[in-house]
């Protein structure tokens, strides 16, 4: 469907069992959830789809090592549980990654075997490769750029990676598939009530400025750290000051070439000398480096990193990897902000200690929120407010006339075999859809390194793109590998979006935006 087709679906006057604000993982998976039960669905996403948080996580699809230390083995065995149903659901996006946690100290190798042991078992038929302890020598054959010096051993385990934004695009293109009307850069404005409950909302199309009404028996807020605002426009009718429940984190990433970090393996740092986790993953093509956890009360758009945060991933790579990452070896930095729930009376404090579970609420009037979670559990956060729509008698019992056994968008079926997240993006990416890829005009021209004209087509075509951002940031993952290069192709790109009837593919604010992501001044 094209998006003036999406939009005058949108303009016919009816009625929907479900209206879901935001067009990140929580949203995407709630609408393709309530599909498949037979629920009649539609979701508006202000910007475009994953341009939030769900485009900027370190793309792990993990159990959460992390919180095994924390003793929290219910997350950990729900989102392992979930881990094995997304590499299952979309192999094309979604590969396994064997991660080495190196030893300095005599005890870590016992420590944390022991820990990744229990992860295995937790995991239970569903893990995706034995944990081994590993000799000193093992870990350098694996980790060849892995500093050698004060290395006592280590530990090998199993966890998942992806693509978080073709990921999501693909959630939005598997719902409409299934029924869904899906609309992105249509964000939501106001919400309608009556009698106190609220009954729909109110949409504007950021391209024609056009605003549409869309009533459903019921709203859900999936809108992510923006969730206070949407409450916020709930308890306006009855003049109520609404307490917030999300503290933001953001979270900043560098990424580096390859020749940093040689090899299939990725690397993860338990305890860095302040005690933080340090990341070193192995994405397509380049290597991640990652993460910070800051406090941060502003919520913008584009989230800048701080000095400290880049200064802090620097240093500490450096003390574990042989070829020791300068500034202008950074080709790409992004930043994340953590929709972590708050405890209320912890206001202020650090961010580690809130809530990486997510937590649906219902207020007065009916207003759905959920936040919190994480991209490898969307699933499970999806069923939790179906099942508190139900209880809450939000929405009544279908018996599904949906299709619970869905396709993923793209999925390998037969064809093609899977090929691991590691190695740079290409025609791999698109699983099944490959041939339909290929027989676009401009398969063989290549706009940047594994981005042809034919991609930028199908990105209009099929998968909701409007502007160079769209296909450079997030079809194509140009932007978060190397900017400068990505600004390189910006023209191209905005050439053949014309050409699709993209009317304004905001090339300059794409430049201006590139210049951002990189930490070296734009040629
Ligand atoms: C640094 C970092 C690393 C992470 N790494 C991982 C990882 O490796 N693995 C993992 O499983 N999880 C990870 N996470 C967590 C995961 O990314 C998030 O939990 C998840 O992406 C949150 O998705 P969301 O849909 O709730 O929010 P978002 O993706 O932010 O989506 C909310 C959407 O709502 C839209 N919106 C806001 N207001 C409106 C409005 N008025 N109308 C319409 N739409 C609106 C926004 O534009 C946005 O697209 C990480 C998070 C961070 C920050």
């Not at 095994?68 to 065995?77: D, P």
């Not at 022991?114 to 302890?133: C, P, Q």
């Not at 080709?331 to 912890?346: A, D, T």
Request: contains cysteine; aromatic residues 8%; proline residues 5%.
């Amino acid at each position: 469907m094209t998006r003036s087709q999406l939009l005058q679906q949108l303009a016919v006057p009816q009625s929907f069992d479900l209206a879901v604000i935001g067009g990140g993982a929580t949203g995407l998976g709630v609408a393709l959830e309530a599909s498949l039960r037979g629920y009649k669905v539609a979701l508006l996403e202000s910007h475009d789809f994953a341009k939030g948080t769900s485009s900027r996580s370190t793309k792990l699809v993990h159990g959460g090592v992390r919180y095994l230390a924390q003793g929290n083995i219910s997350l950990v065995r729900e989102a392992l549980h979930e881990r094995a149903v997304l590499l299952h659901d979309a192999p094309h996006l979604a590969q396994p990654i064997p991660f080495v946690m190196p030893s300095y100290r005599w005890w870590e190798t016992g420590f944390y075997g022991i820990g990744l042991k229990l992860y295995d078992f937790l995991a239970g038929t569903k893990g995706l490769g034995r944990t081994e302890f590993l000799s000193a020598a093992s870990v350098k054959a694996r980790m060849p750029g892995l500093k050698a010096q004060g290395l006592l051993g280590g530990v090998q385990y199993w966890d998942g990676q992806f693509d978080d934004a073709r990921y999501a695009v693909n959630l939005a293109r598997t719902a409409t598939q299934e029924g869904a009307l899906v609309v992105n850069y249509c964000g939501v404005t106001q919400l309608l009530h009556t009698e106190g409950r609220v009954c729909g909302l109110l949409a504007q199309d950021h391209e024609s400025g056009q605003s549409y009404q869309v009533n459903a028996t019921c709203v859900i807020n999936a809108t992510g750290v923006w969730v206070d605002h949407i409450r916020q426009l709930d308890a306006q009718p009855n003049g109520v000051k609404i307490q917030p429940i999300v503290a933001p984190s953001q979270g900043v990433h560098l990424v580096v070439g390859r020749e940093f970090l040689p090899g299939d393996h990725a690397l993860l740092v338990p305890k860095t000398a302040d005690g933080r986790v340090l990341f070193a993953v192995p994405w397509l093509g380049k290597v991640i480096l990652g993460t910070t956890d800051t406090p941060r009360s502003d919520m913008p758009r584009e989230p800048a990193p701080f000095d400290e945060e880049v200064a802090f991933i620097l240093n500490e790579s450096a003390r574990y990897l042989a070829k020791a990452p300068k500034r202008s070896d950074v080709s790409s930095v992004w930043v994340g902000l953590r929709p972590l729930v708050k405890p209320h009376h912890e206001e202020g404090a650090s961010t580690k200690g809130f809530s990486r579970e997510h937590t649906v609420s219902v207020s007065q009037s009916g207003l759905v929120t959920v936040t919190g979670g994480k991209w490898t559990t969307y699933r499970a956060m999806a069923h939790d407010v179906l099942t508190q729509c139900l209880t809450s008698k939000l929405l009544r019992v279908r018996n599904s006339s949906g299709n619970p056994a869905a396709a993923f968008k793209g999925a390998i079926r037969q064809s093609s075999r899977p090929v691991s997240l590691t190695v740079p993006q290409g025609m791999h990416l698109y699983g099944d859809e490959q041939a339909d890829v290929a027989a676009l005009p401009g398969s063989e021209n290549w706009l940047l390194p594994g981005l042809s004209e034919a991609m930028v087509r199908f990105a209009v075509r099929h998968e909701f793109a409007r502007t160079v951002e769209d296909v450079l940031a997030r079809r194509s993952r140009a932007l978060f590998l190397d900017a400068r290069q990505s600004a390189a192709a910006a023209a191209q790109v905005a050439t053949v979006l014309l050409s699709e009837g993209c009317e304004k593919p905001e090339l300059s604010e794409y430049l201006n935006l590139a210049s951002k992501y990189s930490l070296k001044s734009m040629p």
